[in-house]
C-alpha cells in the first residue's frame, strides 16, 4: 500500500484504495485564497462570526476511511470544540474540491456520493477552468443543488453566507 508514485496522494474511502495525482500548484492556489477568504471571518473570527475550523487539505479518519483528504473542509466548533493534537475523526460539517481535469471525475462520482453517505452538510464544487462554484446541501441523503455562481460574482453560499465571496479571486490567472 505505500507504493505510491512521487506526485501521487492516496485515499481509503469506505475501504477501497484510491490514487490520485498531487493537484497542481495553480489548482491549490484556488483552495488557499478560498481557504483564506473563508479563515478570517469564520475561523478566527475577524470581520466575521466565527464558529467554525477552516482546514486546507486535512487528513480525516473516519469509519472503514482512514485517510480522506478533501481540498478544504470545515466543521463548526459546536461541534468540534476543539481540533485534536493528532488524527481528526470527527466528520466535517463542509468539504470543497477543487475540481482539476485529472480529479473531476473521482471527485464527482467517487467523493460525492461519499460525502454524502457519511452526512457531510455541505458540498461545494470549484471549477477553476471554467470559473463555476457550484454547492450542494445535503437533505434526506440526498445532494440538492443550492446554485452555481462564476466569473465575477460575489454571492452569499451556505454555509458561510454571512459574507459575500468575490470569485474572481479565485479563478486561475489568464495566460495573456
Given at each position: 500500500m505505500d507504493d505510491l508514485r512521487p506526485n501521487e496522494r492516496r485515499e481509503v474511502l469506505d475501504g477501497v484504495v484510491y490514487t490520485q495525482p498531487h493537484p497542481w500548484p495553480a489548482y491549490m492556489r484556488t483552495a488557499t485564497v478560498l481557504g483564506g477568504h473563508l479563515s478570517c471571518p469564520f475561523d478566527s473570527g475577524w470581520r466575521g462570526p466565527g464558529g467554525w475550523w477552516i482546514l486546507v487539505g486535512p487528513g480525516i479518519e473516519l469509519p472503514d476511511s482512514p485517510e480522506v483528504v478533501p481540498d478544504l473542509a470545515g466543521w463548526r466548533r459546536e461541534r468540534l470544540p476543539r481540533l485534536p493534537e493528532e488524527d481528526l475523526t470527527v466528520t466535517p460539517d463542509w468539504v470543497c474540491e477543487i475540481l482539476t481535469p485529472n480529479t473531476r471525475n473521482?471527485?464527482?462520482?467517487?467523493?460525492?456520493?461519499?460525502?454524502?453517505?457519511?452526512?457531510?452538510?455541505?458540498?461545494?464544487?470549484?471549477?477553476?477552468?471554467?470559473?463555476?462554484?457550484?454547492?450542494?446541501?445535503?437533505?434526506?441523503?440526498?445532494?440538492?443543488?443550492?446554485?452555481?455562481?462564476?466569473?465575477?460574482?460575489?454571492?452569499?453560499?451556505?454555509?458561510?453566507?454571512?459574507?459575500?465571496?468575490?470569485?474572481?479571486?479565485?479563478?486561475?490567472?489568464?495566460?495573456?
Open positions: 473521482y471527485d464527482q462520482r467517487i467523493k460525492k456520493p461519499f460525502y454524502a453517505k457519511h452526512g457531510i452538510t455541505w458540498l461545494w464544487l470549484v471549477d477553476p477552468e471554467a470559473h463555476v462554484l457550484t454547492a450542494h446541501r445535503l437533505r434526506n441523503g440526498r445532494w440538492h443543488e443550492l446554485g452555481a455562481w462564476g466569473d465575477d460574482e460575489c454571492p452569499c453560499i451556505e454555509p458561510f453566507d454571512a459574507i459575500e465571496l468575490p470569485l474572481s479571486d479565485l479563478w486561475l490567472p489568464s495566460e495573456d
